[in-house]
């Protein structure tokens, strides 16, 4: 948090999307994945959802030294404090952290990823794993009472469409959290849609009365969606 503190707010843009600024630390954190995260921005909204499963596949393991998970401790008592209902669907579950604390308190958790991290369904035995795309998700309308998405949108091609998808699958309640990040060329990660402020969210989900935002380092979002359907009528 600190790094990306002065990364995006101390240090002027036109040095920020420097290549020759950047291309030393990144080298030094990415390694052999340097290349692949200096040139996404050139080509992510081009690439087919192979291409774009694979380029995940092919850096997973950079991912992995963030820990188990990419949420604050803040992020993670607000959902776990949040949550109603009894099914649960993850979206972007990641290395199931989030997943293995919600099955521990007795919620029906499913996860879905593009690609599902080696082990993990083993890590975790009560937990469903399926593979799929936030983007098009293998499930039914109204199949999940909750619906969480935790540092994925960041990532995906088409954001409206991710989002419809979230909601038409959830039932009572969908929470997701995304990092407060300002866009630039070369970031230490594949996002490709950045939320710096509020009105950031409210642009992309729209304006919803029953929608709950909060700034917890990240941002936080909960929708009621019983609320949202009658809006909606």
Not at 95 to 101: E, P, S, T, V
Not at 151 to 156: A, S, Y
Request: charged fraction near 20%; hydrophobic fraction near 40%.
């Amino acid at each position: 948090m600190a790094v990306q503190f002065i990364l995006d707010e101390l240090i002027p843009p036109i040095i920020r999307d420097s290549k020759w600024f950047m291309y030393l630390p990144m080298r030094l954190v990415l390694k052999d994945t340097t290349h692949d995260f200096m040139s996404f921005k050139n080509s992510v909204f081009s690439i087919d959802t192979k291409e774009f499963g694979n380029l995940y596949e092919r850096t997973a393991h950079v991912g992995a030294l963030q820990g188990d998970t990419d949420l604050n401790e803040a992020s993670i008592e607000e959902i776990l404090g949040s949550v109603v209902g009894h099914t649960v669907l993850e979206v972007g579950c990641g290395r199931g952290y989030l997943a293995g604390l919600l099955a521990a308190r007795g919620l029906d958790v499913t996860c879905c990823d593009i690609v599902l991290g080696d082990g993990v369904a083993q890590k975790y035995p009560d937990v469903t794993f399926v593979e799929g795309n936030i983007q098009k998700l293998p499930f039914d309308d109204d199949s999940f009472d909750i619906v969480v998405s935790t540092h994925t949108l960041e990532h995906v091609q088409d954001l409206p469409g991710a989002i419809a998808e979230l909601r038409r699958i959830a039932k009572q309640q969908l929470i997701v959290v995304v990092p407060r990040q300002r866009p630039y060329r070369y970031t230490f990660n594949l996002h490709t849609q950045y939320f710096p402020y509020r009105w950031s969210i409210e642009g992309a989900f729209g304006y919803r009365p029953n929608a709950t935002i909060k700034n917890l380092g990240d941002w936080f979002y909960l929708e009621d969606m019983a609320a949202s359907s009658v809006l909606s009528q």
